[in-house]
DNA sequence: TGGCAAAGGCTTTTT
DNA sequence: GCCTTTGCCA
C-alpha cells in the first residue's frame, strides 16, 4: 500500500518501533536531533492509516510553532486529515469555552495576560489590606503561580498556612480568584487549573472526554508541570493510549513549575509502558555531539544515555574570547557576513543564542550596520506594545464587559477628563459591591464625592462603550477600524508623540488591523471577537519565528528548544549569565542551566562557537566578566579556543560612546577593576582540582593589557576609566572635565535650596546619588543633575 | 486633571 | 540602560 510505504519509509528500526504502537502507553526518549518530531507525525499518519478517527487524536505541544510545523507535516503524509495540534494552554482554553459555567465563568471569558493578572494582583493585595513592605506584587504572584501549578487551591493554602500562620500569599490568593471570578477572567495558570480540578470532580465529564480523545500525544514531556500531568493522566484512565515524547536533559522549565519526575517517572505510572529510546543523532557532528554529552554528564539527575551520530566529524567547536560585548556583536556579525561573502551561506543558517534578552541590544546594532537581515524573537513584542493593548483593550471589553483589567485601561485613553481619583471611586465602589466596574460607570450617580464634571465624563464613556457594543459582531477589520475611528484614538497618538520621530506607533496600528483582516479571512465562518481575543493571547514569543524568511536568527536559549541551524553562536558564556546567578546556589538550578546550554549546543548542525568577554556591560556600565564555570566540564583539548587580538584602533573606533564609563566614579571605586575573577570557589568542588584552569592568562586583564589600555585611554579626549587614573591625573591631562569630589561633610551650594552639607554618597556612576541636609531638612540629589556648587569642606 | 521631568528600581528564562 | 512610578506645576 502507497501510503503505508511513504510512512514506514526511511525509518529506523526503533523509529518503526515507535511509529507503530497503536494501543497503550508509550514513552519515547528522544535525545536532540534524533527525529522525534518526524516518528511523532510519522506516527500520528500510522495511526490514521489503521483506521483511527482523526477526531479521536490530540497532539499537545509546547509552543504553537511545534504544533504548526506537525500540522504540516502530518498533512503532506495524510492530506486533509484534522487531528486536535495545540498546545496545552489552546486546548484547556477551548474545554473551558465549553464547560466554562461549571467553574462560575461565562463562555466569554477573559484571558488575562501577564500584565493584566500584575493589575488584577495588586487591586486583590489592596482589597486583602496587606503590606506589602517585605515582598513585592511579583513575588506574590509567583507564589499563587507555583502553587495553581501545583493544583493548590485558595482553600488549600489557606489550611496549610493555618499552623505557621496565614502567609501573605495565603491572604491575597483568594481575593485574586475572586477578582478573576468578577471579571469573568482567567490567568494562563487557570486554564490548566479549572480543567485539572474539572476533570477531577465530574468523574461523567472526565469518562466522556476519556473517551472522545482516546489517543494522546504529548510533546516536550520533560516540560510538563503538575497540572498538566493531572489533566493527560485523567484523559488516560479508560483508554490508557498515551504517548509521550521527551529528554530529561532537555528540561529548561523548571522555574515555571516543570517537574522532571512526570518523565523520569513515567515508567512506574504506567508500568504496562513500551519504552523507545531514540539515540542516534542526524543533526550535529561528532564535534559538536561530544561536547554537548559530556557537559551533561556533569548533571546528576537524568536517564544515562547514549548520543552518538554517524555524521562526518566536522569542524572543531571554537571557543572565542572576546573583550566586551560590542566586540562580540561585531565580531560575530563579521563572521557570518563574510561566511555569506565566500562560503555561500544564508542567513538563515546561522542563529545567535543568548541567556537573556537584555543580550540581543548589542547584536541588533551590529548587524543593522552591517545591513544583515536578522529577526529577533524576544519579550515585549508587538502584543506588548502600548498602542496595541490599548485597542486589544477596547475588543476585550466589547467581548466580556466584566474585564476590569481593560476597563481602567481605557476609561482614560484617549484622555477624555476622567482622572486617577475618579477610576479609584469606580474601583472602591465596585469592590464595595461585588459587581464589575462597568457597573459601577453605569452606576456613576450613585458614587458618593464624585465631582459633577468627572460623572459626566464616566457618563459619556459608557455611550461611547455601548455605541461600540453595537459592532461586536461585525468582522475583526471593521470592528478596529470602527474602534479607531470612534475613539480618534489615531489623533491622540499623534498627539502624544508629538516630538518624537516616533510614527511606528501608527504603523503599529496599521498592523494590528492587518492581523485583523489576516483573521478573518482565515475564519470567514467561525470567526469571533472571542476567538481572535484567545488567539492573540496565546501567542508565544517563539511563535513569531519565520522560518521560511531568510534572515539571521537571534533568540534566546528557551526559544531555540526544537530548532537547528547550520552554525550556531552562544554569547555570553559567562559565569553569573550561564548560569545566571539566580540559579548558581541551587543544583537544581545548576543543573537546569546545564541543560539550557546543553539544548544551545545541541542546535548547531555543522558548526559551533561559544564565546564570552572580558567585561561585559551591565545595567549601565562595564563589569569584569569571568568565563563560565561550564567550560570545565567540555573537552577543552579538541576544543578550538581563540582569543581575540587586541585591536589596534578598537576604542577610536568604538561607535557606542558608552562602551566604557565616562568617569563620575570616584577613585576609591578602584579595587572593583583589579578583584577580578576568582574562579568561583564557592561552586563545583568536584571539578575544582584543574588548577590549570585554562582561563588564568586568558581571561583577567594581564598587566602588559592594561598598560595597553590605559595608554590607548589616554589618547582620548573622552574621560578615561575612573578607575585606572587618579583624580589629579585626569585634571592634569585635561582630559575630564573638572572632577568635583562631594564627599561626607562637603558644604555646598543648591540653587534652589540654598546652603548644605553632604551627610552621605552612594550608588555609582551617573547615578550617584548624594543625601545634602538642608536647614528645613533632608534630600537626595543625583550629582549628574543636580545643580550644586561646592562652597567648603 | 494632565503633562512633564526626575527619581526609583530592576532583568532570567514564557504559556 | 531602560521602563515605571512619583512629584511638581500649569
Given at each position: ?7 514506514l ?12 504502537h ?15 518530531t518526524r516518528?511523532v ?5 500510522y495511526?490514521?492509516?489503521q ?8 497532539a ?5 510553532k511545534?504544533a504548526?510545523?506537525m500540522?504540516?507535516?502530518v ?5 486533509g486529515?484534522?487531528?486536535?495540534m495545540g ?7 477551548q474545554?473551558?469555552r ?22 488584577a494582583m ?5 482589597v486583602?489590606d496587606v503590606?506589602?513592605s ?13 502553587a495553581k ?24 490568593y ?17 486554564l ?31 516540560d ?13 484512565i479508560?483508554h490508557?493510549?498515551?504517548?509521550v ?14 517537574d522532571?519526575?512526570?518523565?523520569l517517572?513515567?515508567?512506574?505510572d504506567y ?5 523507545v529510546?531514540?539515540?542516534q ?10 561536547v ?14 547514549e548520543?552518538?551520530?554517524?555524521n ?12 566586551n ?17 565566500v ?6 543558517d546561522?542563529?545567535i543564542?543568548?541567556?537573556?534578552n537584555?543580550?540581543?541590544?548589542s ?18 513584542e508587538?502584543y ?7 485597542l ?18 481605557i ?5 477624555r477628563?476622567?482622572?486617577?481619583k475618579?477610576?479609584?471611586?469606580l474601583?472602591?465602589y ?19 464625592g464624585l465631582?459633577k464634571r ?13 455605541r ?5 459582531t461585525?468582522s475583526?477589520?471593521?470592528l ?9 484614538y489615531?489623533?491622540?497618538?499623534l498627539k502624544?508623540?508629538?516630538d518624537?520621530?516616533?510614527s511606528s ?8 488591523i ?6 478573518d ?20 514569543d517563539?511563535d513569531?519565528?519565520e ?7 537571534v ?12 552554525r550556531?553562536?552562544?554569547i555570553?558564556?559567562?559565569?553569573g549569565?550561564l ?17 539550557l546550554?546543553?539544548?544551545g ?15 561585559r556591560?551591565f ?5 569584569p566578566?569571568?568565563?563560565s ?15 581575540s587580538e ?7 573606533d568604538d ?5 566604557y564609563?565616562?568617569?563620575w ?17 564557592d ?14 592568562e586568558?581571561?583577567?586583564l594581564?598587566?602588559?593589557d ?16 575612573a ?23 562637603t ?6 535650596y ?12 551617573p547615578?550617584r ?16 543633575f543636580a545643580?550644586?556648587e561646592?562652597?567648603?569642606?
Open positions: 500500500m502507497a501510503v503505508m510505504d511513504a510512512i519509509k526511511d525509518l529506523t528500526e526503533s523509529q518503526i518501533d515507535a511509529v507503530t497503536l494501543d497503550g502507553p508509550l514513552l519515547m526518549l528522544a535525545g536532540p536531533g534524533s527525529g522525534k516518528v507525525t510519522h506516527r500520528i499518519a495511526m490514521i492509516s483506521g483511527i478517527a482523526p477526531s479521536q487524536i490530540a499537545l505541544t509546547f509552543t504553537n511545534a504548526d510545523e500540522r504540516l507535516r498533512e503532506k503524509l495524510v492530506p486529515q484534522s487531528v486536535w498546545t496545552f494552554h489552546r486546548f484547556c482554553a474545554l473551558l465549553r464547560y466554562a459555567p461549571m467553574v462560575g465563568l461565562a463562555e466569554n471569558y477573559s484571558i488575562y495576560d501577564t500584565s493584566d493578572s500584575k493589575q495588586k487591586r486583590a493585595i489592596e486583602a503590606s506589602t517585605h515582598t513585592s506584587p511579583e513575588q506574590i504572584a509567583s507564589t499563587i503561580s507555583r501549578n501545583r493544583l493548590v487551591t485558595p482553600e488549600m493554602m489557606l489550611a496549610s498556612s493555618k499552623r505557621s500562620g496565614p502567609t501573605m500569599a495565603s491572604k491575597v483568594p481575593q485574586y480568584q475572586q477578582q478573576l471570578l468578577t471579571a469573568n477572567a482567567v490567568d494562563f495558570d487557570d490548566l487549573l479549572h480543567i485539572a480540578l474539572l476533570l477531577r470532580d465530574n468523574p461523567e465529564l472526565r469518562a466522556q472526554l476519556d473517551a472522545r480523545f482516546r489517543y494522546i500525544l504529548v510533546d516536550e514531556y520533560q510538563t508541570n503538575l497540572a498538566q500531568y493531572a489533566i493527560v493522566r485523567a484523559l488516560s479508560d490508557p493510549n498515551l504517548s515524547t521527551g529528554d530529561p536533559d532537555q528540561s529548561i522549565y523548571g522555574w515555571r513549575g516543570a522532571l519526575n512526570n518523565i517517572d513515567f515508567e512506574k508500568p504496562s509502558v513500551k519504552t529510546r531514540l539515540e543523532n542526524y543533526r550535529s557532528t561528532p564535534n559538536i555531539l561530544r554537548a554529552d559530556q557537559l551533561i554528564q556533569h548533571n546528576r539527575r537524568r536517564k544515562q544515555k548520543l552518538y551520530t554517524h562526518d566529524e566536522g569542524d572543531p567547536v571554537v571557543l572565542r574570547i572576546y573583550h560585548g560590542y566586540e562580540e556583536a561585531d565580531a560575530i556579525a563579521d563572521e557570518i557576513s563574510n561566511a555569506m561573502a562560503e555561500g551561506f544564508r542567513p538563515r546561522f542563529a543564542l543568548y541567556r537573556m537584555a543580550l540581543s541590544r547584536l541588533e546594532h551590529a548587524m543593522r550596520r552591517r545591513g544583515l537581515p536578522y529577526q529577533i524573537i524576544n519579550g515585549l508587538f506588548q506594545r502600548k498602542e496595541i493593548k490599548d486589544l483593550a477596547y475588543l476585550h471589553l466589547i467581548n466580556n464587559p466584566r474585564h476590569d483589567v481593560a476597563l481602567q485601561r476609561l482614560n485613553t484617549p484622555t477628563g476622567i482622572g486617577a475618579t477610576i479609584q471611586r474601583r472602591g465596585a469592590d464595595r459591591h461585588n459587581v464589575p466596574m462597568l457597573d459601577a460607570a453605569r452606576q456613576v450617580d450613585q458614587i458618593e465631582a468627572s460623572a459626566t465624563c464616566v457618563t459619556r464613556f459608557v455611550e461611547l462603550f455601548d461600540l457594543s453595537l459592532k461586536a461585525a475583526i477589520e471593521d478596529l477600524r470602527y474602534v479607531v475611528e470612534e475613539t480618534k489615531e489623533a491622540f497618538l502624544s508623540h508629538v518624537e520621530q516616533d506607533a501608527v504603523a503599529n496600528v496599521d498592523e494590528l492587518t492581523a485583523g483582516v489576516e483573521f479571512r482565515y475564519h470567514p465562518d467561525d470567526g469571533s471577537l472571542e476567538l481572535f481575543l484567545e488567539q492573540t493571547a496565546l501567542v508565544a517563539t513569531a519565528f522560518d521560511e524568511n531568510d534572515r539571521i536568527t533568540m534566546t536559549l528557551h526559544a531555540a528548544k526544537g530548532l537547528e541551524f547550520p550556531v553562536f552562544v555570553g558564556v559567562e559565569d549569565l548560569p545566571h546567578s539566580r540559579s548558581r546556589d541551587t543544583d537544581a538550578g545548576m543543573e537546569e542551566e546545564r541543560r546550554l546543553f539544548v549546543i545541541t542546535r548547531a548542525k555543522e558548526r559551533l562557537q561559544l564565546s564570552c568577554c572580558k567585561s556591560t545595567r549601565g556600565d562595564s563589569r566578566a569571568v568565563p564555570p561550564f567550560f570545565n566540564e567540555m573537552p577543552l583539548d579538541e576544543i578550538r579556543r581563540v582569543e587586541v585591536q589596534q584602533n578598537w576604542f577610536d561607535p557606542y560612546g558608552n562602551s564609563p565616562d568617569s566614579d570616584l577613585p576609591e571605586e578602584d579595587s572593583e577593576a583589579n578583584q577580578d575573577s576568582e574562579p568561583n570557589q561552586s563545583g568542588s568536584a571539578v575544582h582540582e584543574k588548577p590549570d584552569s585554562l582561563f588564568d586568558t581571561c583577567q594581564t598587566e602588559q592594561r598598560e595597553q589600555e590605559i595608554a590607548k585611554r589616554k589618547k582620548k579626549t573622552r574621560a578615561p576609566l578607575s585606572l587614573q587618579t583624580a589629579a591625573e585626569m585634571l592634569a591631562s585635561g582630559s575630564a572635565p573638572p572632577l568635583t569630589v562631594y564627599r561626607e561633610g558644604q555646598v551650594r543648591h540653587g534652589e540654598g546652603e548644605g552639607t553632604i551627610v552621605s554618597v552612594t550608588g555609582r556612576g547615578k546619588t548624594a543625601m545634602i541636609r538642608f536647614d528645613d531638612g533632608e534630600r537626595n540629589f543625583r550629582l549628574a545643580n550644586l561646592v562652597i567648603g569642606g
